[in-house]
């Protein structure tokens, strides 16, 4: 485990899934974990209260994304919360992009105009505005972690509009290493394949036979776990990734390989 101790993190959509098992590794490492969520109060609470549980420290923090004054509304309550549990100026250390959306979208020919713009209002536009704002309270020497998905190495026509914004994302990371390298901020990327989370649970929870296709498309033979996307993160989050930058991770188990 890395040590953390003394550190600040915001994980955004830390309220359930792969963002709740980010936290808690943070968290579990030794940072004040700010842990952002969009309306599930009662699944922030728990994410929050099972840190607290473990002695670890985290508070959360509200904000749709994807609508105006988004970023701000989550920065002011980051500022807030960090002066509050820290006691001083507002300082963040680690920033992980993890919230998006992927509400059952179709190919090019059935995409909407509303539709593509939300896709890209809340998976791209936010972090891009989020990095934006933070990077004054980020300190030298900091981390950015954006959450992309394996969709921009294997082609999935029945997502398109999603996995252009993981695209988006992925340029993102890669340019931000290089602007901020003289800050000594590192930027990088995980990209997950398909992990048992809430927004998978439609198609997969409770269905073997989904679960075994999934399998045996993965070299390690399993359906991934949010757990499995916490521990790149939070090797990258450390300092032992100190010298790895402008990276994407492909965390899938070898998937498609
Ligand atoms: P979930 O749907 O389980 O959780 C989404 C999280 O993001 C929740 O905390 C949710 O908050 C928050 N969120 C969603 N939309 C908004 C919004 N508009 N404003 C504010 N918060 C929002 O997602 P996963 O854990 O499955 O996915 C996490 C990341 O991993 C995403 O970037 C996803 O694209 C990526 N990924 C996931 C894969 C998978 O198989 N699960 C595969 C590849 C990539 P609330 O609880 O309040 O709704």
Redesign the pocket.
Known sequence: MGDLTGKTALV?????????AIARRLAADGALVAV??????A??KETVDGILAAGGRAFAL??????EG?VDGLVHALEDGLREHTGQAPRLDILV??????AAGGPIETESPERFERLFA??VR?PFFLVQRVLPLLRDGGRIIN?????TRIALPETIA?SMT?GALDVLGHTLAKHLGPRNITVNTV??????????AFWLRGNPETQELVAADTALGRV?L?DD?AAPVAFLASDDARWITGQVVHATGGCRL
């Open positions: 955004t959509g830390a309220s359930r899934g792969i963002g709740r952002h969520y969009g309306s599930n109060e699944a922030a509200q904000a749709e994304l994807g609508v988004d992009n993890n919230a998006a959306i992927n809340v998976n936010a959450i992309s998905s394996a969709v999603y993981k990209a997950p394949a398909t992990v048992d989370t809430d927004a998978n991934g949010p996307i």
